[in-house]
Every structure is written in C-alpha cells, then in structure tokens.
C-alpha cells in the first residue's frame, strides 16, 4: 500500500512563496505520475499540477501556470510543489497524489483529474494572508 505524507504547508503573506513536498514509501514511486490537487470547504478537489513517472512531462491549471513548479526525486521518493507569487485564491488545503496507471508503460501521461488517482496524502493547509 501506498503511502503519501504531505508537508511544507503553513501561513504566508501575499506575494510570498512556499515549497510544498510529498514523501512517498510502500509501492514504486519511480513509476507513478504524481498530482498535486487542493480544495477549500466551498469547492470540490481542483487540479494544480501533475509530473510523468520521470519527470520529463509537467502539467498545470491554469490559475498556477507559471508561479507554480512541480518536481519529483525518484532517488527520494518525493515529490515537490515550489509556489511563488501566493494570493489569497491560493488558500485551501493542498493533497498529493499518486496514479499507478499512469506510468512507463501508459499511453497517457497523466490525469487531471482526481478520480484517476488512487492514493492520496492527508493534506496540508496552505493560508496566504493579504
């Protein structure tokens, strides 16, 4: 069974920047696309970004695209969202998640959607104050 631990969240300014990371252990990390997905108790689980099983391929909303990274380091088991320029519709909690289906051998790249991943972290509060 596939475990994910998220953290890195916290409370940041406007404008400021946080680097979240996703510990992954118990299955085969290298071969998984990873997302990373966040949700507020007004809306269902959103996309943000998503990286192929070796980390060739990224992929983001397009609220994020370009002050959003995503990164893996297979050697680590991790996974790493950078997040720059933070505003206040960044806030909510932010989950990653790991796609067994999508890997070396898979025709798609990644999903973006949540239903198309099968393990998730527990998630980790990201609060950006104006």
């Known amino acids: 069974q596939v475990q994910l631990v998220e953290s890195g969240g916290g409370l940041v300014q406007a404008g400021g920047s946080l680097r979240l990371s996703c510990a992954a252990s118990?299955?085969?990390?290298?071969?998984?696309?990873m997302g990373w997905f966040r949700q507020t108790p007004e809306n269902d689980r959103e996309f943000v970004a998503a990286?192929?099983?070796?980390?060739?391929?990224?992929f983001y909303a397009d609220t994020v695209e370009g002050r959003f990274t995503i990164s893996r380091d297979n050697a680590k088991n991790t996974v790493y969202l950078q997040m720059n320029s933070l505003d206040s519709g960044d806030t909510a909690v932010y989950y990653c998640?790991?796609?067994?289906?999508?890997?070396?051998?898979?025709?798609?790249?990644?999903?973006?959607?949540?239903?198309?991943?099968?393990?998730w972290g527990q998630g980790t509060q990201v609060t950006v104050s104006s």
């Open positions: 118990g299955g085969t990390f290298s071969r998984y696309a």
């Open positions: 998640a790991a796609d067994r289906h999508r890997g070396p051998d898979s025709t798609v790249i990644v999903t973006t959607v949540a239903i198309g991943y099968q393990y």
């Open positions: 990286i192929n099983w070796s980390g060739s391929r990224t």
